[in-house]
């Protein structure tokens, strides 16, 4: 395996619980490769190659680490765009019923901008952690100037 894949597949066992509804190793992997140059901005770096060599040069842990928070922040925005979708294109389906009632009768339902809020909010964290983590990683890979 390359390291996008090792990286992938950590991502979808631990923060996904394994769960490939939410995500496939190959789509996470795929997501990985692609925002490569995102990372290289970020921290200054040169990690590139090709899915059919398999070969990115050495990715350090840290530069995965913050490769894998990029990926958790992407996650967050389309589930926070995907909740507020779900207001928008709301049904009387009933598939927004959170429960029932009989006595008083009362009818609770999801509310569907607070879940956006949420994952706004975990999307402002996860991004927060990028900046973090690159500020750090690019002190640490510093040169001195002069001896």
Avoid: C
Avoid at 22 to 40: D, H, K, M
């Amino acid at each position: 395996m390359s390291v996008l894949e090792d990286l992938a597949s950590g991502i979808v066992e631990t923060e996904f619980d394994g769960d490939t509804t939410i995500a496939t190793v190959s789509s996470v992997s795929g997501w990985l490769l692609e925002n490569l140059g995102r990372l290289n901005t970020y921290i200054y770096t040169d990690f590139k190659g090709t899915a059919a060599t398999g070969s990115y040069g050495q990715i350090d842990i840290e530069a995965q680490n913050i490769l894998k928070e990029m990926y958790l922040y992407n996650h967050y925005t389309k589930e926070s765009r995907n909740a507020l979708r779900g207001i928008v294109n709301s049904s009387v389906s009933g598939d927004n019923i959170l429960a029932l009632k009989d006595g008083e009768s009362s009818v609770t339902f999801v509310n569907r901008n607070e879940v956006s809020k949420v994952y706004r909010g975990l999307a402002s964290d996860s991004m927060a952690n990028i900046e973090r983590m690159a500020a750090q990683y690019n002190i640490y890979q510093a040169q001195p100037r002069q001896l």
